[in-house]
């Protein structure tokens, strides 16, 4: 089977420039995460989603950073304008109905803001 | 509010030796679940272990094996026999069950495994 599927896997792109992260979830697992990783801060949840709704996007950095999940098996996480502190990996992840179920993760977007 | 605690950040062995990774939690639930994570130098997270709150039992995966204890709070790793391929950075991370519940990590155990 298939696992979580993120693009692009790096990406280097200018400050002030529109960034857009895509992630496909495991099919049939209904609540999708994102997470960014960063030597400072370790890993974060930004936001996730349950049956393609938000739940909790209390992790989202700033207005910049906005996530949309339109259907089961797409989500994007858009930065805009980017800056170089957004520089880090984004996993995307997934599970079935989470309440403590196992969550499987991307191989991650490493992102590059010069 | 829930944290993970993995004191060690780098551990360094010697092929074939023994080596235990500790992680230390705290949470209010009564019910919660506990995880760990492997993340080699590709960089992908690999799932390893999930741990009900409620099931103290020591598990056993070939080499690697896990050892829950409630009392002070604690889900530590020990890998027997650690080989190069285990070099990888190691996260202990906790949920609890509610619908608002986060899977929290813990900042990471570097492992180098040296031949």
């Known amino acids: 089977d298939a696992g979580v599927i993120q693009s692009p896997r790096h990406e280097v792109t200018e400050m002030g420039q529109e960034v857009t992260l895509r992630c496909k979830p495991i099919s049939g697992h209904n609540s999708l995460f994102w997470y960014r990783q960063t030597m400072m801060r370790g890993l974060e949840l930004l936001i996730y989603f349950n049956n393609n709704v938000p739940i909790d996007d209390s992790g989202m950095p700033e207005d910049r950073f906005s996530a949309k999940m339109p259907n089961a098996s797409f989500s994007t996480l858009k930065i805009q304008p980017s800056e170089p502190r957004d520089s880090a990996v984004y996993f995307c992840a997934s599970s079935v109905q989470w309440y403590g179920n196992t969550i499987y993760f991307g191989e991650g977007s490493w992102l590059t803001v010069v | 509010a829930q944290k993970v605690t993995q004191a060690q950040t780098e551990i360094s062995v010697v092929e074939k030796e023994d080596v235990t990774l500790d992680c230390v939690y705290e949470t209010r639930d009564t019910t919660y679940y506990l995880f760990w994570y492997k993340q080699p130098p590709s960089g992908e997270l690999v799932f390893l272990i999930r741990r009900n709150s409620f099931d103290e039992q020591n598990e056993i995966s070939g080499r690697y094996s896990w050892n829950f204890q409630k009392s002070t709070s604690s889900f530590n790793f020990t890998i027997t026999a650690s080989q190069v391929v285990d070099s990888a950075v190691y996260f202990c991370?906790?949920?609890?069950?509610?619908?608002?519940?986060?899977?929290?990590f813990g900042k990471g155990i570097t492992l180098s495994v040296r031949p």
């Open positions: 991370a906790l949920s609890s069950t509610g619908a608002n519940s986060k899977l929290t």
